[in-house]
């Protein structure tokens, strides 16, 4: 029993089960539980969780990217001015998007490492200035902030699919966690993430490469959040620069709730995908209720403060036992 109390994962697990129990029980009859109810909440977590695995495999390496809400508004932007104003091909467009959410990502990166200004504040000033440069090169252009966007058939079949009320955003969540789940359990790298955030003098002294580490997962948090902006404009058929902006403190929420500690040195992409998936299921849940929406910032910030104790307890319970 205490093997799987250690794992990073447990406590976000135990909490998405007696959550998703307690609505079942809450809603009866009102179509929680069906298909369309439970494509609702993972379609809510599915683009969350995109960018959710690679922040949380920032902060398992010891930093934060705050700077992900602008960066899903300035792809989808990205993509509608270069469609709707330019007329460019859509293909072009997604990876010149993506190509900006990978240069966001290198700035922080080489930033951080660089000057050693904590992540926290360098990503946050990112954050105001990609936006701002957003919403002032829409208005250049085309004085506007939100713009429509016109997608190919393969891209709307790439980014926009659906089957019934399900999204095809929940598969490339999958994909996602998937592959990040691969890197940190079974690659050298994932091994230099966790060393990385649990002693980084300790892992550069043993030949990590901690900065090369810093910025390569940057670059995967940008790439990621520029994945989501792509997929909610394709859906919405619209760009907007305020596109993301809810993510930029719920990604780490749902890390830290998924079991990854602030401090950085512990975590699982198991656990962040569990953390994710409960996000769904509260704020799916209370809208099946009738319960006023204000009430998802409670639940999270309830769970925040268990997920933060829990984890230092596990954290705690897996030291003293080896």
């Known amino acids: 029993m205490t093997k799987y109390l250690k794992k990073p994962e447990t406590g976000a697990f135990a909490a998405f089960l007696l959550t998703y129990v307690f609505f079942a029980l809450a809603t009866p009859g009102t179509g929680f539980v069906s298909i369309n109810g439970t494509a609702g909440w993972l379609n809510l977590a599915a683009e969350l969780g995109i960018v959710a695995i690679p922040v949380g495999l920032l902060m398992i390496s010891g930093e934060f990217d705050l700077s992900i809400g602008s960066t899903v508004g300035a792809a989808s932007m990205i993509l509608a001015l270069g469609t709707n104003q330019f007329g460019g091909p859509t293909w072009p467009m997604i990876v010149l998007a993506l190509t900006a959410g990978g240069l966001i990502g290198l700035c922080n990166g080489l930033v951080v490492v660089k000057t050693k200004l904590p992540s926290f504040i360098v990503t946050l000033a990112t954050n105001f200035i990609v936006i701002g440069a957003t919403m002032g090169t829409s208005r250049l252009i085309a004085n506007v902030t939100s713009s429509s966007i016109f997608a190919s058939d393969s891209a709307k079949m790439v980014f926009a699919f659906r089957w019934g009320q399900a999204n095809i955003s929940i598969l490339w969540w999958l994909l996602i966690a998937f592959i990040g789940y691969r890197v940190l359990s079974r690659t050298a790298f994932g091994n230099w993430i966790y060393a990385t955030g649990g002693n980084e003098d300790s892992a550069r002294a043993a030949g990590?490469?901690?900065?090369?580490?810093?910025?390569?997962?940057?670059?995967?948090?940008?790439?990621?959040?520029?994945?989501?902006?792509?997929?909610?404009?394709?859906?919405?058929?619209?760009?907007?620069?305020?596109?993301?902006?809810?993510?930029?403190?719920?990604?780490?929420?749902?890390?830290?709730?998924?079991?990854?500690?602030?401090?950085?040195?512990?975590?699982?992409?198991?656990?962040i995908v569990f953390g994710t998936a409960l996000f769904g299921v509260i704020s799916s849940g209370i809208f099946y209720t009738g319960w006023n929406t204000d009430w998802i910032q409670l639940f999270l910030g309830l769970l925040l403060a268990l997920a933060v104790l829990a984890n230092n307890y596990v954290r705690r319970l897996a030291l003293t036992s080896k």
């Open 208 to 271: 990590v490469p901690v900065e090369r580490v810093k910025i390569t997962l940057f670059v995967a948090t940008g790439v990621a959040a520029a994945l989501v902006g792509i997929l909610q404009g394709i859906q919405w058929n619209s760009g907007n620069s305020t596109y993301g902006m809810g993510y930029v403190f719920q990604a780490p929420i749902v890390a830290v709730i998924g079991g990854v500690l602030l401090t950085g040195g512990y975590g699982s992409v198991v656990g």
